[in-house]
């Protein structure tokens, strides 16, 4: 079983629909959770974090963790053409040595169609 | 942009060579964190760095090694090149401080072709 696992995809939803993305984690343990936008050629960008079960929300972008079902989603509403990218979901865990690293996964691709 | 920044832009190295990679992190971070991106996949963790020392590592072989500065800059060195080096190599800076660690921020990368 991967750590972080999300549908790559490509998910297709039209111009002004809702994008739902989802993402499920092995570890228990992990308390931080972050949703990345990557566009074709460039770096990850950091959308979205939560840290607590609920949904959490910033403008069309709502982010939702339930611990007990080890699962994170990310709601993008009123989609936009330019909100077309690999959306990677990322998990926190904590290292033996005292530092931290995020572990993502493949990342699901969003087409948003005129 | 996140303040984050890397150097070389594009690299092109052969198989058995040595390379140093750049990043300069974002005003108030004191974390440097390196991944690898291989094409259509998700990064991965290389280390990390705090107080110019490795606090964390993930499944790298010693020929990736790293520094971290008085500055909170950092280098990622990988000796004996490998064609599967070939990759985007992301540099993520964040503010560690006592036990609270926050978010990372990436840089915008260093493309490295092996040949």
């Known amino acids: 079983q991967k750590e972080v696992e999300q549908n790559s995809g490509p998910l297709s939803v039209p111009e002004g629909a809702i994008a739902s993305l989802n993402c499920t984690y092995s570890?228990?343990?992990?308390?931080?959770f972050f949703w990345y936008r990557q566009y074709s050629g460039k770096s990850p960008e950091l959308i979205m974090s939560?840290?607590?079960?609920g949904d959490k929300e910033d403008g069309r972008f709502t982010a939702q963790l339930n611990k007990a079902s080890q699962y994170v989603s990310l709601l993008i509403r009123d989609s936009q053409p330019s909100d077309s990218a690999t959306y990677l979901c990322?998990?926190?865990?904590?290292?033996?040595?005292?530092?931290?690293?995020?572990?993502f996964g493949t990342g699901t691709q969003l087409k948003v169609e005129l | 942009e996140t303040g984050v920044t890397q150097s070389p832009t594009h690299l092109i190295k052969t198989r058995g060579q040595q390379v140093t990679l750049r990043c300069s992190s974002q005003?108030?971070?004191?974390?440097v964190s390196w991944y690898q991106q291989a094409l259509g996949q998700g990064p991965q963790f290389i280390f990390q760095?705090?107080?110019?020392?490795?606090?964390g590592r993930g499944n790298f072989p010693p020929r990736f090694s790293g520094l971290q500065f008085p500055n909170y800059s950092s280098e990622l060195n990988v000796n004996a090149l490998e064609l599967d080096d070939s990759a985007l190599y992301l540099c993520?800076?964040?503010?560690?401080?006592?036990?609270?660690?926050?978010?990372?921020?990436f840089g915008p990368g260093t493309r490295l072709t092996v040949t």
């Open positions: 993520a800076s964040s503010r560690f401080g006592g036990l609270l660690s926050y978010e990372q921020y």
């Open positions: 570890d228990r343990v992990s308390q931080s």
């Open positions: 939560i840290y607590s079960n």
């Open positions: 990322a998990v926190k865990t904590i290292l033996t040595g005292g530092g931290n690293k995020l572990t």
């Open positions: 005003s108030g971070h004191n974390t």
């Open positions: 760095y705090y107080r110019e020392e490795e606090n």
